[in-house]
């Protein structure tokens, strides 16, 4: 029988859980691989991570908003793998994929416009196809641009089912036709429209990259935006709106065909800033200071050094990538999780993993990658705890279920730890330990030292690059390559906060984004958490009774968080405490000023409110647990979540202009026996997402593997892109 090989996987979360997911696809038989993975803690998931808190109604507590784009063919190939081979009666609330996930295409932006900050509602439509676990596009790169003009048309003119068919609704649009009348337009739109109409109908319909009728259709376009800007730019009408839409997506196209996207890729952009490459293409000063073009980077947090007080920045070739790809949705734009992250996604993914014989050593915290010669000699651990007789292995999840789900628990079964008593007091401060801190006050027990050719033959990398500083010190310093990614491939501090309300979302959103029936996301709200979404769903695996008081909506709330000091060394133990009372005084300052435009049904009512009060948020109105704490209404906040993700395992990698190049494909680490996964690699998707990290680790496992990536969606071939898996 053949010896089998022994992985080592640094790191539960996505990266890690993917990279062992794809390795046992590999492996169906088990007779390859000898999988480990290694976490620090109690829980997997990474940023992904969630859990349950007992002492809040069992309330869901994330790391921040997560949800699913449209095109995230390769995470929901391996969600469905999982779901199916679970086989979960039908009772089970989360039993397959179609019961796991919420699709929506319901999104609001934020525009402000004179004093005011106006709700843009934008209600994407349905494509007609299947959900994108049965169904896929072709995302290659000459296949985007086509795939985005349909969608963004029926966005801007309505449902249709094919290319012609809206563009012929733009044309024949009594309302848009009223609305430039009234402005003065009239005759102009008539005319101009006729000449779209005429001229531009046939080429946009059959679409060909090759085709120079597509070059001669955009100098029209061009033409036609620049007849209409100086009016409708300035118009606080749809018809504004309109014009916004139609600029970004003639800039996009343009910019595309004219920087030969489809021959040189889109890593040839990264040198420039996206909003820079949009000027560069045309598009308006208005449309510039429209939410469209800083949408996407706000929802991407992509503001260097978390510092949301300047414009965000953004490689112009992964922004133009993403936009595209989110435009090429298939069936709904998003997909929200039924419940928590932890339940539908990680959760699945540690069971079948379980069931396919793969090892799990949680309480491993790793200090040191060590290299010899030019490979990974060994990996060090801090111990943080052992396990009590006679227990063989940790089990993680809850004991007990909450509306039918276990999850994840927000502290370490202590009955199963030898060091359980001592991890349930509290330390010197008076605060809670915590296993997952960098800076924690907890003593390791004892270290581990696992040994090349003994313990394991190779290693996944799967931790976040923010912890690569302390962890692969020796990689960085014996490598240029290495040193040169930590350098330019920067990752942040973020943080988040979620507020239960005893309203219910009807009664707190505007009119229209009340009356859909998507979840209510916005991407550019008041900064530093502009990443809202009312997640109200989620209560009904939440166990807040029947009481009058209970919970009826939940508003989560995220984004970047510079850093107002200087990271200190990890034995400043007060740290995570003044960074979480910062997060949570800027959390109170932004409910104060700013919660009436996204909540109207929220704020103090103006009659006998004190001064500022009509943009604050009523805290009458916050559902909590305890009432007997309640001793004014403010204090209800006190009872609300928080959380600063300040840990180098919890940072988000951006992708900041002249950085894609420094980053290192999950097969080429530059040492021998050491693979990569995370969205950190470059994978030519080179953005913060979880689809991301899912392809970075489908590409390590092949390559350990020796085999070809089966990547869904995804082309690697063509624009330079053959070199993402090289046989081991």
């Known amino acids: ?292 073009p800083v949408t996407s980077p706000n929802i991407l947090f992509g503001f260097r050094d978390g510092d949301t007080s300047k414009m965000p920045e953004f490689a112009a070739g992964a922004m133009l990538h993403w936009t595209l790809l989110m435009l090429n949705y298939t069936h709904s734009q998003f997909y929200f999780f039924r419940a928590g992250t932890g339940e539908t996604i990680i959760q699945p993914l540690y069971e079948v993993l379980k069931q396919r014989g793969v090892k799990f050593e949680f309480f491993h915290k790793a200090t040191a990658i060590n290299q010899k010669e030019g490979s990974i000699d060994s990996i060090d651990f801090d111990i943080q705890c052992s396990l009590k007789p006679p227990f063989k292995e940790y089990e993680p999840l809850n004991k007990t279920k909450v509306k039918g789900l276990l999850g994840w628990p927000d502290f370490p079964h202590c009955e199963q730890l030898i060091e359980g008593d001592k991890l349930k007091s509290l330390d010197e401060n008076g605060r809670p330990y915590d296993l997952e801190s960098y800076w924690t006050t907890w003593t390791p027990i004892g270290s581990k030292r696992l040994k090349h050719g003994v313990d394991f033959d190779s290693l996944i990398c799967a931790l976040s690059i923010g912890a690569l500083p302390s962890v692969a010190k020796d990689l960085i310093d014996n490598s240029s390559k290495w040193s040169d990614m930590i350098q330019h491939v920067q990752a942040i501090q973020t943080q988040s906060f979620q507020i239960w309300l005893t309203k219910p979302k009807a009664e707190v959103l505007s009119e229209s984004a009340a009356k859909s029936d998507g979840v209510f996301v916005s991407g550019n709200y008041v900064n530093p958490t502009s990443d809202t979404a009312e997640m109200g769903h989620l209560i009904d695996f939440e166990e807040w009774g029947s009481a009058e008081r209970r919970a009826r909506s939940v508003f989560y709330f995220c984004g970047p968080m510079t850093e107002n000091e200087a990271v200190p060394e990890f034995s400043d133990h007060a740290y995570p405490e003044r960074q979480y009372q910062r997060v949570k005084n800027q959390s109170i300052q932004l409910l104060q000023a700013a919660t009436n435009p996204i909540m109207p049904g929220a704020t103090l009512p103006r009659n006998g409110a004190v001064a500022g009060d009509t943009q604050g948020l009523d805290f009458e109105l916050l559902a909590v647990s305890h009432e007997d704490q309640v001793t004014t209404s403010f204090s209800r906040i006190h009872q609300q979540f928080f959380r600063a993700n300040i840990d180098p395992t919890e940072r988000y990698v951006l992708s900041l202009p002249k950085s894609t190049k420094f980053r290192m494909k999950p097969s080429q680490s530059g040492y021998k026996n050491l693979y990569l996964a995370g969205d950190w690699t470059d994978t030519g998707y080179n953005f913060g997402a979880v689809e991301a990290t899912v392809i970075s680790g489908v590409l390590s496992a092949a390559a350990i593997d020796g085999s070809i990536a089966k990547l869904e969606g995804h082309h690697l071939s063509g624009v330079g892109r053959t070199d993402f898996v090289i046989k081991s």
């Open 1 to 292: 029988m053949a010896i089998k090989k022994k992985i080592a996987v640094l790191g539960g979360g996505i990266g890690g859980l993917s990279s062992a997911f794809k390795l046992t696809e590999l492996d169906p038989l088990n007779e390859k691989f000898e999988i480990t993975v290694y976490q620090m803690g109690w829980r997997l998931g990474g940023k992904c991570a969630s859990s349950r808190n007992p002492s809040e109604n069992y309330r869901i507590e994330e790391h921040g908003i997560h949800l699913f784009g449209g095109f995230y063919y390769n995470t929901f190939d391996i969600m469905k793998k999982a779901y199916d081979q679970l086989n979960r009666p039908d009772s089970d609330p989360l039993s397959s994929i179609d019961k796991a996930f919420k699709p929506s295409n319901f999104a609001a932006m934020w525009e402000t416009y004179g004093q005011q900050m106006f709700e843009w509602d934008i209600d994407s439509k349905l494509t007609g196809e299947a959900a994108p676990w049965e169904t896929q596009k072709d995302l290659s790169t000459g296949s985007l641009l086509s795939g985005a003009l349909s969608n963004i048309i029926k966005q801007i003119c309505g449902s249709a089912d094919d290319i012609g068919g809206p563009l012929h609704s733009i044309f024949h649009n009594k309302s848009l036709e009223t609305l430039a009348e009234s402005a003065g337009l009239g005759s102009v739109f008539h005319y101009h429209l006729g000449v779209l109409k005429a001229d531009l109908l046939d080429e946009f319909a059959s679409l060909d990259l090759k085709d120079s009728g597509l070059e001669k259709a955009l100098v029209k376009l061009q033409a036609f935006r620049e007849l209409i800007d100086p009016a409708i730019g300035y118009h606080p009408t749809n018809l504004r709106h309109l014009f916004f839409k139609l600029d970004f997506m003639i800039t996009l196209f343009s910019g595309y065909i004219k920087d030969k996207v489809a021959v040189k890729g889109f890593d040839s952009l990264d040198e420039k800033d996206w909003i820079h490459w949009l000027s560069d293409h045309g598009l308006s000063s208005t449309t510039l200071a429209s939410p469209l």
